[in-house]
Nanobody, 116 residues
């Protein structure tokens, strides 16, 4: 019953912005830290950002600090990733991730392509 559904990806020029959303169902969203990961072609999946259950603490990969912002709306069971000043190296499939129980849960991914 747990579902994580990402949306908001697309094609954007370098320097542009996108906001990704992940709609969550099947567990008490407000109790758990949420995560965004990404996987680029030929690379392993990497952690991009995380946010604690109440939104009071966030962390980011060094490669995205100052450009990406993770946030959540517990009333809407949704976590967001605002991506600004996008670079070609940000091109990847972006995944929402949650850990309410084992096995942990992943969304289907949303593709972000940054190209001129």
């Amino acid at each position: 019953q747990v579902q994580l559904v990402e949306s908001g990806g697309g094609l954007v020029q370098p320097g542009g912005s996108l906001r990704l959303s992940c709609a969550v169902s099947g567990f008490t969203f407000s109790r758990y830290t949420m995560y965004w990961y990404r996987q680029a072609p030929g690379k392993e999946r990497e952690l991009v950002a995380s946010i604690t259950n109440g939104g009071g603490s966030t962390n980011y990969a060094d490669s995205v600090k100052g450009r990406f912002t993770i946030s959540r709306d517990n009333a809407k069971n949704t976590v967001y990733l605002q991506m600004n000043n996008l670079k070609p190296e940000d091109t990847a499939l972006y995944y929402c991730h949650a850990r309410p129980s084992y096995p942990y849960y992943w969304g289907q991914g949303t593709q972000v392509t940054v190209s001129s």
